[in-house]
């Protein structure tokens, strides 16, 4: 690593990189490689490998009881799950959802023929307004699909007020939300159900994964049928149903990564924390807080690049680039920019100028086990030096 003073340091003027290897937003957190070696021999030995084996089962006990929430049905990924839940459920129609998201939300909905009508988000927060959703309610809403977006969790009281009024079904999405609180409660039990997702990036990960979590014993049971075809024992399928099953080396995945929850979760406090330190003084670069009065599990690193800042978001990411800092422009343009969605609703647009002035805002800078106290100091110093750029 190499130290930014000036302006003639930055890789962009000729200069050798900041980082001589990549840093990478997303780079997975693979805390426990020894019992992960240890969990993936017991299993060759067992030689029982998917089909709700004891690993599976152990991590969902596991997740269930982090969350005090009396269900996780483990999935093979966070979009499935997401699917399942929607199916068992019985949503259709349409099903209100924010645009600023990752864009398995949306598609959720369309790959099931059901129309996914995005509202607006609070600017503050990036989470849902339940004002915008309230004007989006039709004859023809089954319910509303909440993000708790960076691991925020959504206006959940307002939310779950408003379904009860109109009759609608509430899932939260929270594949971002890995232990996290709202009004210091764990996330699980809000709504009908929340959706986690375990891929790869995710602050938590089994290579691959998701999972549903609820109270409601009906819907865990829907959703255990259908993740596994509607089989109700050997040779007997009740329902209709999809193949959305957890394999084992993705729960001993995930049974590793829990041991060393709590230090993972330390290790990003402080890194944004850090970050916190070193930025704050910058005109026109917003750090996005998290609430330290509740859980949180700090996995993203949310900069809001405004007006007061020399050079543009796009600018900003390009010079850190080639600085081999990866960040990355997390949820641009916003869903109801991309295809299929800017061209079955083309104004869309007109009711979100909150997701599009965010959406052109937001970076995300790397964070998680591999970043270092060092790393986010470099980063740090060059973000200055193109502060002092004019
Ligand atoms: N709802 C929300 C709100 C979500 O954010 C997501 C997923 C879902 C639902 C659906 O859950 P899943 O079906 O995915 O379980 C990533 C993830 O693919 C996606 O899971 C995630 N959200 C989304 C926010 O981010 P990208 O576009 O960032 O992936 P990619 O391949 O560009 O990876 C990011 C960086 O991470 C790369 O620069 C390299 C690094 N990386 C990545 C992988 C996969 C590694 O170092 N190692 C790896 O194995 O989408």
Known sequence: MKAIRSQNDLAINGAAPAFAEPLHVGKPNVANRDEFMRYAGDILDRGFLTNNGPLVRELEAAIADYHAVKHCVAMCNGTIALEIAIRALGLKG???????????????????????????????????????VRAMITPKTTGIIAVHLWGRTSATGELMALAREFGLKLIF??????????????????????????????????????????NNDELAEAMRLMRNFGFAGMDKVIHPGTNGKMSEISAAMGLANLISLEDLIS?????????????????????????????????????LVEDGFPLSRDELIKTLHAENILARRYFWPGCHKMKPYSELYPHAGLLLSVTEDVADKVMVLPTGMSVKEEHIRLIASVIRVCSRTS
């Not at 924010?98 to 996914?116: G, N």
């Not at 939300?177 to 009908?192: L, N, P």
């Not at 924390?273 to 609430?291: C, R």
């Open 173 to 214: 999405d929270a594949a971002h939300a890995f232990g996290c609180s709202y009004q210091g409660e764990k996330i699980g039990r809000f709504g009908e159900c929340e959706v986690l997702s375990f891929h790869a990036t995710k602050f938590f990960n089994t290579f691959e994964g998701g999972a549903v979590l609820t």
């Open 94 to 132: 349409e099903v209100i959802v924010p645009s600023f998201t990752f864009i398995a939300t949306a598609h959720a909905l369309h790959w099931q023929e059901i129309v996914p009508v995005f509202a607006d988000i609070d600017p503050e927060s990036h989470l849902l307004d339940p004002d915008a």
């Open 267 to 303: 290790h990003n406090k402080r890194n944004h924390e850090i970050y916190q330190e070193e930025l704050s003084d910058l005109d026109g670069i917003n750090l996005l807080p998290y609430d330290d009065k509740e859980s949180n599990n700090y996995q993203y690193i949310v900069l």
